[in-house]
């Protein structure tokens, strides 16, 4: 167990829904990053978030959206989704998100749009 | 985009040898690291490599990383069934805002 909790662990939607995903990161973990696993694409970085503000911006659509709140937790916002947009979706935290400090990533949500 | 590329992209071994897997990149980097992911599950962070460094053992796991090459190798000596998974080369690139990217992977089997 890496300590990151992600929710839901699966999610089935129509197009053109908004979702939103949520991650709590490792207690005293101050850093937050999302990602996109898709078998065409990779893992792909799409947004980090340090002690509450974007700090790192990867490839994520106009559509997506990101926060991290006070208590650090993040969501990642889907919108007007796509069949495309299917993947699973990965959060990770890291103590400072600095150097040289390794990632523990949750178990992932895997959003599917038909 | 990719910065890390693993090579090769799969690879299937009989229990009890040694399996080899690559990466190489493109930009300068703080450190290189290597994770594992189980099919359809998170990713499990195996080790850091600096880039200072050029060797560095955890258990049966041995990287190297030639920053003059832009290259690292992960070595599993002795692989069990269990280490059958997928391995992953995610690198801290220099003068960025620390975020990891990944290469595609390199699908592990090991045969019982």
């Known amino acids: 167990d890496s300590g990151v909790t992600q929710t839901p662990k699966h999610l089935i939607t129509a197009t053109g829904q908004r979702v939103t995903l949520r991650c709590s990161p490792r207690?005293?973990?101050?850093?937050v990053y999302w990602y996109q696993q898709s078998l065409d694409q990779g893992l792909q970085f799409l947004i980090q978030y340090y002690n509450g503000e974007e700090r790192a911006k990867g490839n994520i659509l106009e559509r997506f959206s990101a926060q991290q709140f006070p208590d650090l937790h993040s969501e990642l916002n889907l919108s007007s989704l796509e069949l495309g947009d299917s993947a699973l979706y990965f959060c990770a935290s890291s103590v400072r998100g600095g150097l040289n400090t390794e990632a523990f990533f949750g178990q992932g949500t895997r959003l599917t749009v038909v | 985009s990719q910065q890390g590329e693993e090579d090769p992209q799969a690879l299937s071994i009989q229990e009890g040898e040694n399996a080899t897997m690559n990466c190489s990149y493109k930009t300068s980097i703080n450190n290189l690291q290597w994770y594992r992911q189980n099919s359809g599950r998170g990713l499990v962070h195996l080790i850091l490599?600096?880039?200072?460094?050029r060797e560095k053992h955890s258990g049966r796991l041995r990287v190297t990383l030639d920053t003059s090459k832009k290259s690292s190798s992960l070595l599993i000596t002795a692989s069990r069934a269990a280490d059958t998974a997928s391995y992953f080369c995610a690198t801290d690139a220099a003068g960025a805002n620390s975020k990891l990217t990944f290469g595609k992977g390199i699908t592990l089997s090991v045969r019982p």
């Open positions: 207690s005293g973990d101050l850093s």
């Open positions: 490599i600096r880039s200072n460094e």
